[in-house]
């Protein structure tokens, strides 16, 4: 959810929106907010309120946290119990897809009516040479999908998803690559993945679906109708992921040299391992730069506290937009829980080189699970992964605001 950070103007095009935190739940009244804290998120609540034109009361009744507290112990001399601690981590993750899986009992509906209703409304390309869809699209026939970047996270899901989905069903593998395509971290991690895949479940049908972006199409359907999916946010890191994540979720592209569409309803997506177990670079630089043990373990404890409004929020809108729901098996309570209950050690071991000393224990679990090409691959952002940023051909970093997202000659005048 969004909130004005003024009281008055609604509607105003100049007017500013934050995205609302998790930390709590919110009551709004009177030009009054009221919030009701986790009872380990005040603070987040008095910063949130900060930015808001309104008066904010943060309760003294606090909420017991739906998850349990970081294990923030920086002693990594203990011994440490893989077998069983991998056995709790499957057992777990497994529940979390099973629930999630659960939920949708049947495909979406792909015909020709339908067909020509979804390039009308998401497909923006003005040229008939660098357009990626197809009249002539085959559906998939799934009803869930994995979006892939062939990296760990995904491909834990996917081999995870192969035990809940019934073996007679396929499972659709959505992986986004821009400009040279066929060359890209993304799409070749993919396809060795892939094939781990089909090794370990060789009756299973997956479609690896190869969705290929031109910059025309990405340029024309960030203008006319990206942007505002991702409004508030405005960096470049924003416009990168979001724009991977919504062609991705668009599902429309090639499978076996045939153009497919996904008619998954149910989007599976791995965010939150890397919060959870120092999966990002900047886990390994609090490290590197004398933090040390406790550094890591603060900036595991910021990424979980704010993967509500830096993420989540966005990636919803995005995904959401083609009528399917994204869903987040890391992030499931009781396994969220589990993780944080983990001593430091069975996460990260900054002394191991890069894709071995992060998130260990999900390393550990892709081998038990038979996916050993992605259990050494190290971490990719989608934004490199993908190409989309070198598509882009420009340095930037990714906090600067994005002139890209600012451009509004298609919202404003859409003819």
């Known amino acids: 959810a969004v909130v004005s950070t003024q009281s008055t103007g609604v509607g105003d095009s100049g007017i500013d929106w934050v995205e609302v935190p998790s930390c709590g739940i919110f009551c709004f009244s009177n030009s009054e907010l009221t919030c009701y804290p986790y009872d380990d998120r005040q603070e987040q609540c008095l910063q949130f309120g900060e930015k808001l034109d309104v008066t904010v009361v943060i309760s003294s009744e606090t909420l017991r946290s739906p998850i349990s507290a970081l294990n923030t112990n920086p002693d990594v001399s203990k011994s440490l119990d893989w077998e069983s601690q991998s056995d709790d981590f499957i057992k777990l993750l497994f529940k979390s ?19 020509s209703d979804y390039i009308s409304r998401h497909c923006y390309c003005v040229s008939e040479v660098t357009c990626t869809v197809h009249q002539d699209w085959i559906p998939s026939n799934a009803r869930v999908a994995v979006l892939f970047s062939g990296g760990i996270d995904c491909t834990v899901l996917a081999g995870l998803l192969h035990r809940s989905v019934p073996e007679n069903e396929p499972i659709d593998l959505l992986n986004v690559s821009f400009g040279d395509v066929e060359n890209t971290p993304d799409r070749l991690s993919a396809v060795a993945s892939y094939d781990d895949l089909q090794r370990i479940a060789p009756n299973r049908i997956w479609n690896l679906i190869q969705v290929n972006v031109s910059r025309e199409e990405l340029s024309a359907s960030r203008d006319r109708h990206i942007t505002d999916l991702l409004f508030p946010h405005n960096t470049v890191l924003d416009d990168s992921i979001g724009c991977a994540l919504w062609f991705a979720a668009r599902g429309a592209g090639v499978c076996q040299h045939k153009p497919m569409l996904s008619s998954a309803r149910l989007l599976f997506s791995g965010i939150g391992a890397d919060e959870l177990m120092g999966g990002y670079s900047r886990h390994r630089g609090a490290w590197q730069n004398g933090h040390g043990i406790e550094g890591v373990i603060s900036e595991i404890q910021k990424d979980i506290n704010r993967i509500s409004e830096r993420n989540l929020g966005r990636d919803n809108r995005v995904i959401g937009d083609h009528m399917r729901d994204s869903v987040a098996p890391f992030l499931d ?6 993780v944080n209950s983990l001593p430091i050690q069975y996460k990260v071991n900054f002394t191991l080189p890069r894709g071995q000393g992060e998130k260990i224990i999900l390393r550990r679990v892709a081998e038990k699970l038979g996916l050993r090409s992605s259990s050494l691959l190290p971490k990719k952002a989608i934004q490199f992964g993908s190409k989309i940023a070198k598509l882009e051909g420009k340095k930037e970093k990714g906090g600067d605001v994005c002139q890209r997202l600012n451009k509004k000659k298609f919202r404003d005048n859409p003819e």
Do not use: H, M
């Open 333 to 338: 309570e009781e396994f969220v829980s589990f």
């Open 97 to 115: 897809v099973q629930k999630r899986d659960a939920c949708c009992s049947y495909p979406l509906r792909i015909d020709k009516d339908r067909i």
